[in-house]
Structure formats: C-alpha cells, structure tokens
C-alpha cells in the first residue's frame, strides 16, 4: 500500500476532535441500532429488509438514480450503496437515509472502485 507522506500542512491542522474510545462508542452505538431493528447487520440486509430500512429521503433517491445512470451502477453496487449508506447514518445516530449519506457512501464507493483496481494492477 502507498501512503503518501506527511506534508506541513497536514501536521499544522488540529487534532481530531474524535478519540478512539469516542470512535468506538459511536460503533457500539450503530451496532446496537442495527441490532434493535432485528434484522441483523446493514452488510447482510436483504432486499426486503433493506427496502424497508435504508429507502433513502427523495432527494438522497434523486442522487442515487442519478449516480446509477451516470456510474452505471450495477444492482449490486446499487444496493451496496444503499447499506453503505443506512450505516453512515446509523453512526451519525440518524433515523432515516438522508441525501447526505448517499453521497458519502457514493464517495467511498469511487475511493474503493480505484483502491480495487490499484490492486489488480499489483496483482
């Protein structure tokens, strides 16, 4: 794995306001969620279950839509969206998908995309 070097910049900004054990409580926190809805992990939701837990508000199904014409997502990537982004919510203590999940799940899903390819390249 490359890790790019530590600049100036980087060692001026502020430490983080979030320590591990905080870090760790808000993972307790979304597992207990995830438990409470009885349905098991966001990772392993079905269609049913997903549908019912992780619809998204209409303007973060707007951008999903959007973003699954344009990437061309595939159903599974699409679904794997959906759950990326029910779990951000749950560690934002967050009842419903809102359009601001979606895009961070969208976002993460273009960092793995190249990490993913970076490795076929290694591979």
């Known amino acids: 794995m490359d890790v790019p070097p530590v600049t100036p910049a980087d060692l001026s900004l502020p430490p983080p306001i979030e320590g ?10 979304a597992r207990d969620a995830q438990a409470e809805r009885g349905a098991g992990l966001n990772a392993a939701l079905d269609l049913q279950a ?15 839509s959007q973003a699954a014409e344009s990437q061309a997502l595939s159903a599974r990537a699409y679904h794997r969206t959906l759950k990326v982004a ?24 273009r960092r793995w995309a190249g990490a993913e390819q970076g490795f076929a390249k290694v591979s």
Do not use: F, N, Y
Not at 20 to 29: D, K, L, N, Y
């Open 20 to 29: 591990t054990a905080e870090a760790a409580a808000r993972v307790r926190r």
């Open 86 to 109: 029910r779990t951000i919510a749950d560690l934002e203590g967050e009842g419903g998908v809102r359009r601001i999940h979606i895009a961070e799940a969208l976002s993460l899903k």
């Open 50 to 64: 997903l549908e019912r837990l992780a619809t998204p508000d209409a303007p973060g199904a707007a951008l999903l």
